[in-house]
């Protein structure tokens, strides 16, 4: 027999707590925060955040500026819109992070000779100095998470957190779709609102 979906396990749940009541908000309605995966996602963040910004604050770096730094540690020569996509941020915060770097002497920013439309985005001598002492930090940190979890198990979390994006991604575009229908529906009975409301004065 195949092993149902933890979805499905968790309808079952809930429709087995729900027989012969059907109360609004009823209490087994909602899942605990131990079972919540955006909740335990959080938390997890958060423990990781709290030990990796200890270490930055004794570096004088920003919380907010670690992401970029660590994309360019592992290349730089990256132009602003790179650099933007590869960390996952908003153009906007890639702004400010930029010249805050630009301003600390981490980062120095060149036209491309081979193209002087990009300006590409490198790494000064102080700021690779701060990547050879962070780094090997970030690593024992990145050590003592997975203390006792076995490689097999660690690619089977990333699997399973790469599928979570892929089915929340599918429920996102259904929803523009739907939202989409329902923009093209309004438009669609106003227009017939409008079209029988001047049939109707032309025919007074």
Same mark, same amino acid.
């Given at each position: 027999?195949?092993?149902?979906?933890?979805?499905? !396990?968790?309808?079952?749940?809930?429709?087995?707590?729900?027989?012969?009541?059907?109360?609004?908000?009823?209490?087994?309605?909602?899942?605990?925060?131990?079972?919540? *995966?955006?909740?335990?996602?959080?938390?997890?963040?958060?423990?990781?955040?709290?030990?990796?910004?200890?270490?930055?604050?004794? +570096?004088?770096? !920003?919380?907010?500026?670690?992401?970029?730094?660590? #994309?360019?540690?592992?290349?730089?020569?990256?132009?602003?819109?790179?650099?933007?996509?590869?960390?996952?941020?908003?153009?906007? !915060?890639?702004?400010?992070?930029?010249?805050?770097?630009?301003?600390?002497?981490?980062?120095?920013?060149? #036209?491309?000779?081979?193209?002087?439309?990009?300006? !590409?985005?490198?790494?000064?001598?102080?700021?690779?100095?701060?990547?050879?002492?962070? *780094?090997?930090? *970030?690593?024992?940190?990145?050590?003592?998470?997975?203390?006792?979890?076995?490689?097999?198990?660690?690619?089977?979390?990333?699997?399973?957190?790469?599928?979570?994006?892929?089915?929340?991604?599918?429920?996102?575009?259904?929803? *523009?779709?739907?939202?989409? +229908?329902?923009?093209?529906?309004?438009?669609?009975?106003?227009?017939? +609102?409008?079209?029988?409301?001047?049939?109707?004065?032309?025919?007074?």
């Amino acid at each position: 027999m195949q092993d149902q979906s933890v979805a499905q !396990n968790w309808n079952m749940k809930r429709r087995r707590s729900n027989r012969g009541d059907r109360r609004p908000g009823k209490g087994e309605d909602i899942f605990p925060w131990s079972e919540s *995966v955006a909740f335990q996602l959080r938390d997890t963040h958060k423990a990781f955040a709290q030990i990796l910004k200890q270490e930055l604050d004794r +570096h004088d770096v !920003n919380f907010g500026d670690w992401s970029y730094l660590r #994309v360019l540690w592992r290349e730089d020569g990256l132009t602003q819109r790179e650099l933007t996509n590869r960390s996952g941020l908003m153009q906007p !915060n890639t702004n400010a992070a930029l010249k805050q770097l630009s301003k600390r002497g981490l980062i120095i920013q060149r #036209v491309d000779p081979n193209d002087r439309r990009r300006i !590409n985005i490198y790494l000064t001598p102080q700021g690779r100095a701060i990547g050879q002492r962070l *780094v090997p930090f *970030v690593l024992q940190i990145r050590e003592r998470a997975f203390n006792g979890i076995t490689g097999d198990e660690f690619s089977h979390l990333l699997d399973l957190l790469a599928r979570i994006r892929t089915n929340l991604g599918a429920w996102d575009q259904m929803d *523009v779709g739907r939202r989409t +229908h329902l923009r093209k529906s309004k438009s669609s009975n106003s227009a017939a +609102h409008t079209r029988a409301s001047r049939q109707s004065r032309a025919g007074r």
